[in-house]
């Protein structure tokens, strides 16, 4: 991105002297193991009923000419996140280098204006109880596993992705593997006409499928299944 | 194990001394990427977590693994970067495998039963007191006959432990599970080149046809093979053909799916194998050179098996079969891969035979993206060992079954109600065939709730499966993470070594399998003058695989156990590239595999004192070590002569068709049309019976309505949601119906691993319950979250025994159903399976036995065969 499409200052992308994390998701690879999903949650000791990343799917076509899609999805880690700018208490904030979009727990009110400002679904208040992690009641997301990430780890859905169709890697640094990967592939972002300049990539994702949000891939019947106990059953 | 109150404040201060260290850290270099592992830290203290290296073993594929430790509790588990096959990742299972030792419901202690069998009410005891009750009881039976000790057995991973135990008591009663797994894929295979499993080199492969693997979600290997599925699909722009008469997600993933017919691949397979013949696209070097039949021979049995007459059966139109044909043919390197599609029929080794042929014909075994044997590394066994039992057990090997050599074991409790042996002592060991196994509670239930013909019934066991319910006494028995096991699985094209060891002490008065059976023993022979004690003279766990792991050549230079306990595995061929996720050697390039196994040639010490006989087989000492081709000595395959052996002549000897043959399942060509099959199938985030009490996995699969397609759902007048009632030969179901496109019309399918009636508090979802008299594990609160309230139904109690006549493998495709909309007195969750019902429908099965009367009739072309008096009774084999 050049210096003049650059419409907030705090967007780092080619910034000079700064780290850009990014995730690139080939879908092409995804099997829809879960693998990510499980060691995300066991990662942050997340609770039931929420999830910082998720794997939707999708069946698409007629009998027999028939496919499965998965749209493996998390925080987009947005260049210009709307989540910052509608924290009342400056609980979310960006990390400039590195862009890591990350919440304050200790600031946090639980007021929900990123949740409703976040385009994608990607935040979540936890509930009162967690098998042995006492930070509770208030929104949390995906951190792009900052407390991974500068240790020098890959993110923890990244690290067990079996198809590796997770990567991981700082996209202002050109010779990284993310960089090679979105200089070489056509590649989508979620969203991009609410100008959040998201910083998960997807190469080979159906146009048709990244027009939804969290839960819109399974059969509306099904989901609505799910959604009825939910709302029975999980109290925060 | 409490965790540090930990105040928000105290978590601040730790992530802003990350935030610092972050700055002040060195700028990455270019082209530096993040580690893909080996290291984990808390995102709340920022403390690094102990790593201990393990072998996963939630299911078996025994992928390697790190267990990240705090505050002596397993927080987090990882793949292990220094396992060649699994390079660093878990599936989603495995990652949750810390669930079996912290499930809040786990036994923890002896226990007792003290209402009636199966009833719930359980007394806590000593482990003095258990031990003393089972030697007793054991010290009977000895007395009257060994083999009227039975173990049976679910997933025994314990290296020898459960053989030895069995065979100090002197008893043959030793009954696996295989023949509900997939046995008669064992079976098919063995004969024929020696092995019971390939591996298909998917990450070099051009073409790769599936027949009924749903190697992306479940089946040998899960994670190693879809690692290399993924690379060889778009690193190598690969081609996959999925078979199968559901979308799973391994057909959801392919370029194509082709839906089939029930128990039909095998037809298909001999098509494809009649069109590569018919066009000569085989590789007639390899066929005349290395197989036991010639290009003619070959040509001139498959001229039977047309694309116009397997089209018809399986529903696969003529030009697909055709196409497919050319395109395997002609694409180079192709691999095949199977697993229980083909071969949970009535002959699934035909079946699965068909399937092998098509690698073999093309002449794509053992190469690069090739379809190649199993690479597997052994250990010794401590000595002394225990001589093998006086006599035979008729459960362990049935007269009737002559080729399973994986055994029958479903059809066990039919025999024990007949009376064929006697049962005075039952052990079972990580199974639950109460739940697993055909007629499930019908039957498996029934016969361990009867006294009479299971006097006193033992569970080894952490959990409260199905099983362990009905048990007289319950020794806890340790989840995986805190027991020590010798571990090898050829899972990829690099063999290796591998333990799993304790992470922490075993919780509560748990003790892990080998030091349990080693108690029992020394309660039987405190003295050692039974001569049973020698056998168990080992310490602790370690001790143990000290006397496996100490000696082995190689291993014993790099350290020995010591080395296993710092890596989990043994050898480690490279380092984990963080580019590629690509195992890399010294000089930064992909290791490589060797390939060409068979083509190995022998040294001249070998053939020092080996005799060349004409068909070319080099004998030594009496024993086949080679093959002589070409004027050049080879070890060849690991069969007796050799070679493949296309030609299968001890199937010959029971009258069944010793060539590539498919047999049509008679109850399906009698179908009407309101009839569907009954298909089963697992998901990707569970196992078959273990894991519907880990809270991770649960919450994203827990129900499992029946799939059934569009055209079905609209003449039946259902749709998603709606309940159908689902009969049987032998008993019935209510369930919820799933509208999909992704399954075959005349087939519903239906979920195993949900509707648990035992198991705990999670998996019956009776979470506002008290806890039980059993359950001593610690509460966790993140179960007060839990939001879904439909547990599904489970299905086999409505799926008779069928036993393949060659490999014994039940038949669990083969169920001819009757589905309708439910009634105005069905009830979700309703099912019904009768024993009467059951046992007509084993009786039914021994019929195509070789020794029944329906094996001639299936077999015309056998006409020869003298019948089964002609068959001259072998020695038992079999493991």
Redesign the interface.
């Known amino acids: 991105m050049s210096e003049e499409l650059r419409v907030s200052p705090i967007e780092t992308r080619e910034a000079p002297g700064k780290r850009r994390f990014a995730m690139v998701v080939d879908t092409r690879r995804c099997i829809g193991c879960m693998a990510c999903q499980v060691a995300c949650k066991a990662e942050y000791d997340t609770p039931l009923g929420v999830n910082r990343t998720w794997v939707p799917y999708k069946v698409v076509g007629k009998y027999p000419n028939v496919r499965k899609q998965f749209l493996p999805r998390l925080c987009n880690h947005c260049d210009d996140p709307p989540c910052v700018r509608n924290c009342p208490v400056e609980a979310t904030f960006k990390v400039e280098d590195g862009g890591f979009v990350l919440q304050r727990y200790e600031r946090c009110i639980g007021c929900r204006s990123c949740m409703a400002a976040c385009p994608y679904n990607a935040r979540f208040m936890l509930p009162s109880h967690r098998s042995y992690t006492p930070i509770t009641n208030v929104v949390d997301k995906c951190t792009f596993c900052f407390h991974r990430v500068t240790q020098n780890l890959v993110p923890a859905c990244v690290q067990t992705c079996i198809g590796r169709s997770r990567v991981f890697g700082d996209l202002n640094d050109p010779n990284s593997e993310v960089s090679y990967l979105v200089a070489t592939h056509a590649t989508q972002v979620l969203r991009p006409e609410e100008g959040t300049k998201p910083h998960v990539f997807y190469i080979g994702a159906d146009r048709n499928q990244t027009e939804f949000g969290r839960d819109a891939y399974r059969k509306p019947e099904v989901m609505e299944l799910d959604r009825s106990a939910f709302k029975r059953h999980f109290d925060i | 194990m409490d965790?540090p109150?930990?105040?928000?404040?105290t978590?601040?201060q730790a992530?802003a001394g990350?935030?610092a260290?972050?700055?002040l850290?060195p700028r990455?270099l270019?082209?530096?990427?993040?580690?893909?592992?080996g290291?984990?830290?808390?995102?709340?203290t920022?403390a690094e977590r102990k790593a201990i290296p393990v072998n996963c073993h939630v299911c078996n594929i025994q992928d390697g693994a790190i267990a990240y430790v705090e505050n002596d509790?397993v927080?987090?588990?990882?793949?292990n970067p220094e396992h060649v096959s699994t390079r660093?990742?878990?599936?989603?299972k495995?990652?949750?495998g810390?669930w079996y030792s912290y499930d809040p419901d786990r036994i923890l202690y002896p226990l007792k039963r003290v209402g009636a069998r199966g009833e719930g009410k359980w007394k806590r005891i000593t482990w003095e007191e258990a031990l003393t009750e089972v030697a007793a009881k054991l010290d009977a039976a000895l007395k009257e006959d060994p083999n009227t000790i039975m173990l049976k057995y679910g997933r025994n991973r314990t290296g020898g432990t459960i053989d030895r135990f069995m065979k100090t008591l002197g008893s043959a009663t030793v009954l696996n599970h295989t023949s509900v797994c997939e046995s008669s894929k064992k079976v098919g295979q063995e004969p024929t080149w020696g092995p019971d499993i390939e591996t298909p080199d998917f990450a070099n492969a051009k073409y790769v046809l599936n027949f009924g693997s749903n190697i992306?979600?479940a089946a040998y290997f899960?994670?190693p093979l879809?690692?290399r599925?993924?690379?060889g699909?778009?690193d190598n722009h690969m081609k996959i053909v999925t078979f199968d008469v559901r979308?799973s997600?391994?057909?959801?993933?392919s370029d194509e799916?082709?839906?089939v017919f029930p128990a039909t691949d095998g037809a298909v397979a001999l098509a494809i194998g009649h069109v590569i013949l018919r066009e000569d696209l085989q590789d007639s070097a390899f066929i005349d050179t290395w197989t036991n039949v010639t290009v003619d021979e070959l040509k001139a049995h498959y001229a039977q098996y047309t694309p116009e007459w397997a089209s018809k059966i399986s529903g696969v139109p003529v030009q697909t079969i055709e196409r497919i044909a050319r395109e395997f043919a002609t694409t180079k390197p192709a691999t095949l891969f199977t697993y229980r599609g083909p071969a949970k029929h009535l002959y699934g080794s035909y079946n699965e035979k068909a399937c092998m042929m098509l690698p073999i014909m093309t002449g794509n075994v053992e190469k690069r993206g090739g379809y190649c044997l199993p690479r597997g590394m052994g250990w010794p066994q401590p000595n002394p060992q225990p001589p093998g039992p006086k006599h035979d057990s008729v459960l362990a090997h049935p007269p009737e079954y002559p080729l399973a050599s994986h055994k029958v074991s479903h059809l066990v409790p039919f025999w024990i109600a007949e009376g064929r042996q006697k049962i005075n002592v039952a052990f079972t060991y990580q199974d639950n065939p109460v739940y697993t196994n055909p007629g499930a509670q019908a039957v498996w239930g029934k016969l361990y709730r009867d006294e009479k013909l299971i006097p006193y019934f033992i569970s080894m066991s952490s959990h409260m499966g199905e099983e362990t319910a009905l048990a007289d006494i319950i020794l806890p028995d340790c989840p995986y993470l805190e027991r020590w096991e010798p571990e090898s699985m050829p899972n990829s094209l690099w063999p290796w070594l591998g333990i799993r060891q304790p992470v922490h002490k075993s919780l509560g008065e748990s003790r892990e399998n080998r030091v349990l059976l080693r108690d029992i023993i020394w309660k039987l022979d405190p003295d050692g003058s039974r001569g049973m004690k020698q056998f168990w003279a080992f310490k602790d766990g370690e001790d143990y695989m000290r006397h496996h792991f100490d000696n082995v050549p190689g291993l014993k230079e790099a350290g020995g156990l010591d080395f296993l306990k710092k890596h989990g595995v043994w050898p480690i061929y490279g380092t984990l590239d963080?580019?590629?996720?690509k195992v890399t050697d010294k000089t930064g390039r992909e290791i490589q595999a060797e390939y060409g196994l068979y083509r190995k040639e022998l040294s001249a010490a070998d053939m020092e004192g080996a005799m060349v006989d004409a068909h070319g087989l080099i004998t030594k000492n009496g024993k086949a070590i080679g093959i002589r081709r070409n004027g050049r000595n080879y070890v060849g395959f690991p069969t007796p002569n050799r070679v493949i052996n296309v030609r299968v002549d001890e199937w010959a000897e029971y009258g069944f068709n010793p060539m590539p043959t498919f047999k049509r399942i008679p109850w399906h060509e009698t179908m009407k049309d309101d009839e569907m099959i009954l298909s089963t199938f697992k998901l990707?985030?569970h196992k078959q019976s273990r894991t519907a009490a880990v809270?991770?996995?649960a919450?994203?699969a827990h129900s499992n309505?029946a799939w059934m397609?569009?055209?079905t759902a609209k003449k039946l007048g259902v749709?998603?949601?709606d309940l159908v009632r689902v009969e049987s030969p032998v008993g019935y179901l209510v369930t919820k119906a799933?509208?999909?496109?992704?399954?075959h019309?005349q087939v519903i399918s239906i979920a195993t691993g949900f509707g648990h009636w035992e198991y705990g508090r999670l998996a019956t979802l009776k979470l506002k319950d008290r806890k039980g008299d059993a359950s001593h594990g610690e509460e966790?609160?993140?179960?007060?979250?839990?939001?879904?309230?439909?547990k599904g139904v489970h299905p086999n109690a409505i799926i008779p025994a069928v036993a393949d006549p060659i490999g014994g493998s039940q038949g669990w495709y083969d169920t001819v159903v009757k589905v309708t909309k439910a009634g105005p007195n069905d009830k979700y969750g309703d099912i019904h399976g009768d024993w009467d019902k059951h046992y007509a429908a084993y009786k039914e099965t021994m019929r195509y036995a070789y020794t029944g009367d329906l094996h001639r009739k299936m077999h015309p072309e056998m006409a020869a065969w003298a019948g089964p008096e002609s068959v001259k009774p072998k020695a038992s084999g079999g493991h």
């Open positions: 965790f109150k930990i105040t928000r404040r978590f601040l992530s990350t935030t260290a972050a700055a850290a990455m270019h082209a530096m990427e993040n580690e893909l592992g290291k984990d830290f808390s995102p709340v920022a509790r927080v987090k588990l990882e793949g660093g990742r878990l599936c989603a495995g990652n949750s810390m992306l979600e899960h994670n879809s690692q599925i993924a690379e699909r778009v979308l997600n391994t057909a959801g993933f799916w082709i839906p963080p580019k590629t996720g990707n985030v809270k991770w996995l919450e994203i309505p397609n569009p055209e749709k998603t949601g799933y509208v999909t496109e992704g399954i019309p966790d609160p993140d179960l007060n979250n839990v939001w879904w309230d439909d």
